[in-house]
């Protein structure tokens, strides 16, 4: 006899009809709601929009960075700025003594051994003139005085404003106390003082200035100054005088 059929498995649906309504239902829902955008897709055109902005403010500040130094040059060659003049104009010798246990004796054999003590105090007047046509602001200036390189003492100037197209005199004082001297340069310095009745000094110093515009310091400008000076010891006063300047530096 044939098989008899099973009447379940005749009966049973297809299994792919139980699960098309909800693939149909799916669909639906995906028709009427639309994808969102995928997370890599949103950062990178999170980063396309930042590096604009970056891209805008540089060229913003360059613009703005060229526009201030535009102006500057404007002001420059409307003012023509010149370097201020500072010169030594005199040279006062309040003091000046020499002490020495052999200051009579200049003999060779003793000369090795000698000591000096120095004291000296001296007088500057300088003159600063200004030929532009806005301020200069001068800032703390300082002098040393030298004998054979060796320093001496120091004197500074308090800083000062100057007006335009005018001129002004500075005042410095330089004390040495007893500044002692050994072996070859005090010999030397009694040498000078006994026998030639002449000692050379050397005045050394720098002057910063910076020239004033619209409120705004221009950079720092140093004229360097460079004198040769020569007192007498018997008189007290000075005798000569050559004053050299570096010139300008920036």
Same mark, same amino acid.
Do not use: W
């Given at each position: 006899m044939?098989?008899?059929?099973?009447?379940?498995?005749?009966?049973?649906?297809?299994?792919?009809?139980l699960h098309?309504?909800e693939?149909?239902n799916?669909?639906?829902h995906?028709?009427?709601?639309p994808?969102?955008?995928?997370a890599?897709?949103?950062?990178s055109?999170y980063?396309?929009?930042l590096?604009?902005?970056?891209c805008?403010?540089?060229?913003?500040?360059?613009?703005?960075?060229l526009?201030?130094?535009?102006?500057?040059?404007v002001?420059?060659?409307?003012?023509k700025p010149?370097?201020?003049?500072?010169?030594l104009q005199?040279?006062g010798?309040q003091?000046?003594g020499i002490?020495s246990?052999?200051?009579? +004796? #200049?003999d060779?054999?003793t %000369? $090795?051994?000698?000591?000096?003590?120095? !004291? @000296?105090?001296i007088?500057?007047?300088?003159?600063a003139?200004?030929?532009?046509?806005?301020?200069?602001k001068?800032?703390?200036?300082?002098?040393?005085?030298m004998?054979h390189?060796i320093?001496?003492?120091?004197?500074?100037?308090p800083?000062f404003?100057?007006?335009?197209h005018?001129?002004r005199?500075?005042?410095?004082n330089?004390?040495?106390?007893r500044? +002692? #001297?050994?072996?070859a340069? %005090? $010999?030397?310095?009694i040498?000078?003082? !006994? @026998?030639n009745d002449?000692v050379e000094?050397?005045?050394l110093?720098?002057v910063?200035?910076k020239?004033r515009?619209?409120?705004?310091n221009s950079p720092?400008v140093?004229?360097?100054?460079?004198c040769a000076i020569v007192?007498?010891p018997?008189?007290?006063?000075?005798?000569y005088?050559q004053c050299?300047?570096?010139g300008l530096?920036?």
């Open positions: 044939p098989p008899t059929a099973n009447p379940t498995r005749e009966h049973r649906p297809p299994r792919q009809h098309q309504p693939t149909n799916l669909r639906r995906l028709h009427h709601h994808s969102y955008p995928a890599g897709s949103s950062c055109s980063s396309a929009s590096k604009g902005c970056c805008c403010l540089f060229l913003l500040f360059s613009f703005i960075a526009l201030i130094l535009a102006i500057v040059l002001i420059i060659l409307a003012v010149k370097k201020p003049q500072f010169d005199q040279v010798v003091y000046m002490s246990p052999n200051l009579n +004796s #200049l060779p054999k %000369a $090795a051994t000698t000591t000096a003590s120095l !004291s @000296l105090t007088h500057m007047l300088f003159t003139l200004n030929p532009n046509k806005v301020g200069i001068y800032g703390e200036s300082r002098f040393t005085v004998y390189g320093p001496l003492g120091k004197a500074s100037v800083g404003y100057e007006e335009a005018s001129e005199q500075v005042d410095a330089i004390v040495v106390d500044y +002692s #001297l050994m072996q340069d %005090a $010999a030397d310095l040498r000078d003082a !006994s @026998l002449r000094l050397r005045v110093g720098e910063g200035a020239i515009v619209l409120g705004f720092g140093q004229v360097s100054v460079d007192i007498s018997s008189k007290q006063s000075l005798t005088k050299g300047f570096a530096n920036v």
